[in-house]
């Protein structure tokens, strides 16, 4: 059985460090936030909302590394996180993570891999 698939930009759309792309896609069966960046060359994606409480982490819309373009970083409490694992590193959560989605870049574009975590 093929595994779900959408769409979610073309490659070009996301620069190393640069500003992310954010969609919306269904969790629970609710809408949800959700980001792509590209960070080392590779394509990373996750839910938007802070490990330390549900907020977004952009502080203008797809503005979602610090200023080094190194780290992501939660705009309300400065949470810092690493943009390969969703690792937080520094801040009010420290040592937690933000909820990693699969995704996955092919012939010029970047698609989100559904699961059974998108949606239930």
Known sequence: MAQAQRVICDSAALVDGGKGLRFTLERYGMPASAFAIRHAGRVHAYLNSCAHIPVELDW???EFFD???LYLIC???GATYEPDTGYCIMG???GRHLVALSVAERA???YL???ENHHG
Do not use: V
Request: proline letters at 6%.
């Open 113 to 115: 891999l559904e699961n």
């Open 67 to 69: 200023k080094s373009g």
């Open 108 to 110: 010029g574009k970047i």
């Open 60 to 62: 203008l819309e797809g």
């Open 92 to 94: 009010p959560c420290k």
């Open 75 to 77: 705009s309300t409490h």
